[in-house]
């Protein structure tokens, strides 16, 4: 069992480095040290699936959920020469609806992607609307004078398919992959695959209703234009009497790592088919961005620095706390984790080294070099989202107690399920804390965001034996014995340019002293 | 120290927003890998409506998107309509043509304002998605109550009014990769223009596109004695330097570009933006929709008119006379207006002349009920003038 789930872990650890789908960029990448036999299994068994190699238990639920590498990441993709209807989209302001005033082309024109549309006007405002896709315009849905309504088709554009895949990607902000839609993937993809050809014509807002109901789209018998489904025919279907569907329950069997697992692997997973043979694959949007973020980081030199912690004394606080929660049920969480309790006093450290807040501007050259020092530690989190990993963050934890950045790490997740999390809260980050160690991680050397210069990175919790010097019972004296001890470990990685060795240790420790004893933590109250 | 965390301090994460899908697309990759914001200043000496409005065109459309522009300018007397709105409805056109006060439509929405030395105008152009509406007027405020020490505050509307009076009113612009927000500002206008310039009471005016929203106005000397065309830009001006100071390029020894003549004429398509400015078509030529009714009780006979116009040219018009004695005339009539821009004078007179014409070629006799000549004109002068009082 713990095998199994060493080696799921492994594998996950590497498809999360290898691979990072959908548009959240992350400049953070976590090295399993121990890359040993996992790569190969990896790279052997790429054509086939993964469950076999892997050796996975062949319980009966799971055979519904067999990922293998067809698993397609779940986007609604478009047969070829579709008319598509390009929506008004949301010009903010909370604006529902608002007046066409001018078309800038007509049905019949050709069109490519960022050209004009149309002009738009709500009451202050004069928007310019301009095309995502490319292909030739079959016709427009107001004319001018008329109020167009904010999330409705205002164009209908025909395009072909090649450039369908790009921009449902770029838009897939459709798919909140839920467990159950793990499932409705797999589905949806299986027409492809096969030989037969079942073109399935249907709008995106069409699929995202079959998918909310949990049905295969593929069933559906259409009756709209050239045999494409439509709403109707969806609701029909469901209220008709569904046939054996996946039910939602099934999935709630699957045991927590083994949802994480299937997680990363469906969402992760390359959506393509297998590979006979050598192929040259340009990067995708997202990949091609986060290669970009990345290469930016490259220009940081690098220094890491590990230690680990005992966290027996924050344990038992953490038990504490958790009562005290239970009893008053004031807060919107049950109970926290131990990520509160280490932002906080990451930030109290903070205080005494205020460079590790801080980030280097006009840094080409080391004569315009300066460093910023901020006030406000807004520290960021990674956080495992259905579409990949992001780095949202906590603003003024300075300023907060650990229940209101507990609270704040709820809303957080609470955003994340929904696939919601607004930009306010990637922006204006200042230091990262990474914490894997729910998956696992001993030595870790995460890559630091290209506006900060220190990052840190948790890994897992462990309960290891450890030299102390005890009193024993019978003499009264002092031995060394042998204990067992939880022990994390943390690995910093800081800007080699502008912050020195030691100062990163110096942080460390004082770090550590506040976790290791936490009631230092209150005596830096104010 | 800054208040205020707008998303103009995007840092180099830039992550896609699955709540609007229009972030999504704005971003080529090269845009993403560098942010290189520069902030730039320019204050225009000028004080030709036309000039100004083309200038802060050019910095609109020809920089570069990654330029914050703060643009500080102001105008010798003007009547400023919004992108989609009716000028017959927001403005008194007729008094406007009378007194020769130009009449401009901007390119961005919002209501009708009325512009003249003692008002100081404030564009911000900057990237799409940093654009928020209460941005720029935080700013503002923020600009007035530190360094001039005037008690403003930003409105519901996205307005910035002192006491419960508004002093500045502000529209918006949104292109794929820049947005801008302009405003107004009354230092020192006076007042009585603007009510009798701006006060229009056409109830039978209906018309598509944006109405104004009038509102209580005061000026900033009201509150200041040190307020000023000259201290308001320069509180202005130094707030936001300061503010986005980390933008700002500070090889260069001046904060702020004063624009004049000569700089202007060394753009060309500034010139071909003001030309653009003045044409017909595009302030009366882009009016939406509308339909106007009026009635008078001339001696003759008690006529109804109802206007129907698309692009400011009359497309219908109907005139229902109470007397059929005249109906044949004013069918004449009819015919002739339609097709001509509405409320030009010229094109009025055009018409009637035309009726004037056929009425004479075909004997005063159109349709067989004799009307003498000189009823013939009278009636024809009475409705020519009643129009051209009316629209």
């Known amino acids: 069992m713990f095998l199994r789930s060493f080696n799921v872990f492994r594998v996950c650890f590497h498809i999360l480095h290898v691979l990072n789908q959908n548009f959240q960029y992350f400049s953070h990448r976590l090295v399993n040290n121990k890359r040993t036999k996992c790569n190969s299994i990896f790279i052997k068994s790429r054509s086939s699936s993964l469950s076999t190699k892997l050796k996975l238990p062949t319980n009966p639920y799971l055979k519904k959920f067999n990922p293998t590498y067809y698993v397609r990441d779940l986007h609604t993709s478009y047969p070829n020469n579709a008319v598509v209807p390009f929506l008004l989209a949301d010009i903010g302001e909370g604006i529902t609806e608002c007046e066409v005033v001018q078309w800038f082309i007509q049905p019949g024109d050709n069109i490519s992607e960022f050209d004009k549309i149309c002009e738009v006007q709500s009451d202050k405002a004069s928007v310019e609307i301009t095309s995502r896709y490319t292909g030739v315009i079959k016709k427009l849905h107001y004319n001018v004078g008329e109020m167009a309504k904010v999330g409705n088709p205002i164009v209908d554009i025909e395009t072909d398919s090649s450039n369908e895949l790009e921009s449902s990607l770029i838009n897939s902000e459709v798919s909140p992959p839920s467990p159950s839609a793990q499932v409705q993937s797999i589905n949806i993809t299986e027409p492809l695959i096969s030989g037969e050809k079942t073109h399935t014509l249907a709008t995106p807002a069409v699929r995202r209703v079959a998918r909310e109901h949990n049905i295969d789209i593929s069933n559906i018998k259409g009756t709209g234009k050239n045999g494409r489904i439509t ?55 997202i990949q091609k961005s986060m290669f970009k973020t990345m290469s930016r980081s490259l ?228 | 120290m800054r208040p205020l965390f707008p998303p103009l301090l995007v840092r180099n994460i830039i992550i896609k927003s699955r709540t609007s899908q229009q972030f999504s697309r704005f971003f080529s990759s090269d845009e993403i890998s560098s942010r290189d914001l520069v902030f730039k200043c320019f204050i225009s000496k000028s004080m030709d409506p036309w000039t100004n409005i083309a200038f802060e065109e050019w910095l609109f459309k020809d920089t570069n998107p990654q330029e914050i522009i703060l643009f500080l300018w102001r105008n010798n007397s003007c009547a400023v309509i919004g992108r989609n709105q009716n000028p017959w409805k927001e403005c008194n056109v007729r008094l406007l043509q009378k007194h020769d006060i130009p009449l401009i439509r901007r390119k961005s929405g919002g209501g009708t304002v009325f512009h003249d030395i003692g008002n100081t105008n404030y564009t911000l152009i900057m990237p799409r998605i940093d654009f928020t509406r209460k941005h720029t007027a935080e700013l ?252």
């Open chain 1, 231 to 285: 709403k109707e025919n969806i609701l029909n279907y469901v209220a008709a009497g569904k046939e054996a569907q996946p039910s939602k329950e099934s999935n709630y069997i699957l045991i927590h790592f083994y949802q994480l697992f299937h997680k990363t692997i469906a969402k992760t997973t390359h959506p393509h088919i297998e590979v006979v043979e050598d192929k040259l694959v340009p990067l995708s949007f």
């Open chain 1, 299 to 526: 220009k940081i030199p690098h220094f890491g620095y590990s230690d680990e912690y005992i966290l027996d004394d924050i344990i038992a606080s953490r038990n504490l706390i958790n009562d005290y929660i239970t009893k008053n049920n004031q807060f919107s969480f049950n109970k926290i984790s131990f990520m509160p309790i280490f932002i906080k006093s990451f930030s109290v450290a903070l205080k005494k080294f205020p460079i590790l807040n801080a980030c280097v501007i006009d840094d080409d050259d080391a004569n315009t070099a300066k460093l910023k020092f901020r006030r406000s530690h807004n520290i960021g989190i990674a956080m495992d989202t259905p579409g990949g990993l992001v780095v949202p963050n906590i603003k003024n934890v300075q300023a907060k107690s650990i229940f209101e950045i507990a609270s704040d790490i709820r809303r957080l997740q609470e955003a994340r399920e929904k696939n919601a999390i607004p930009p306010n809260d990637f922006q204006e980050g200042t230091i990262t804390l990474s914490n894997i160690g729910n998956i696992g991680g001993t030595s870790l050397s995460p890559v630091i965001v290209s506006s900060e210069v220190c990052i840190a990175a948790i890994g897992k919790l462990q309960k290891v034996p450890r030299f102390e010097d005890v009193k024993d019972e019978v003499t009264g004296q002092l031995v060394e014995k042998v204990v067992g001890k939880h022990v994390i470990p943390v690995s910093f990685s800081a800007d080699h340019r502008v912050i020195d060795g030691a100062t990163v240790a110096r942080f460390s420790q004082e770090w550590k002293n506040l976790l290791e004893n936490p009631i230092l933590l209150s005596a830096e109250l104010r």
């Open chain 2, 140 to 391: 503002v405020v923020r600009a007035l109550t530190t360094r001039l020490d005037i008690p403003a505050y930003v409105t519901e509307r996205h307005d910035i009014a002192v006491n419960g009076l508004k002093v500045s009113g502000s529209a918006f612009k949104l292109v794929m990769r820049r947005a801008y927000h302009h405003g107004t500002m009354l230092i020192d206008t006076d007042l009585d223009r603007i009510k009798r310039y701006l006060n229009v009471e056409r109830q039978n005016l209906i018309t598509k596109g944006v109405e104004s929203f009038p509102s209580p106005v005061t000026n900033l000397c009201n509150y200041s004695s040190t307020v000023s065309h000259e201290s308001f830009c320069e509180a202005v001006k130094d707030y936001f330097t300061e503010y986005y100071r980390d933008y700002v390029n500070h090889g260069s020894n001046k904060s702020a570009t004063t624009v004049d003549e000569e700089f202007i004429s060394n753009i060309p398509k500034v010139a071909e933006y003001r030309e653009e400015f003045k044409t017909w078509e595009w302030v009366y030529g882009q009016t939406p929709d509308f339909t106007h009714k009026f009635e008078k009780e001339f001696e003759w006979s008690h006529v109804k008119a109802l206007f129907e116009s698309k692009n400011g040219i009359i497309t219908a018009i109907t005139l229902t006379p109470s007397n059929i004695k005249y109906h044949n005339l004013i069918n004449a009539l009819e015919d002739s207006f339609e097709g001509r821009k509405y409320g030009d004078e010229k094109d009025i007179d055009n018409a009637l002349n035309d009726v004037r014409v056929s009425e004479q070629l075909s004997g005063s006799n159109i349709g067989g009920t004799s009307i003498s000549t000189s009823e013939m004109q009278r009636v024809v002068n009475d409705i020519g003038k009643w129009i051209k009082e009316s629209s």
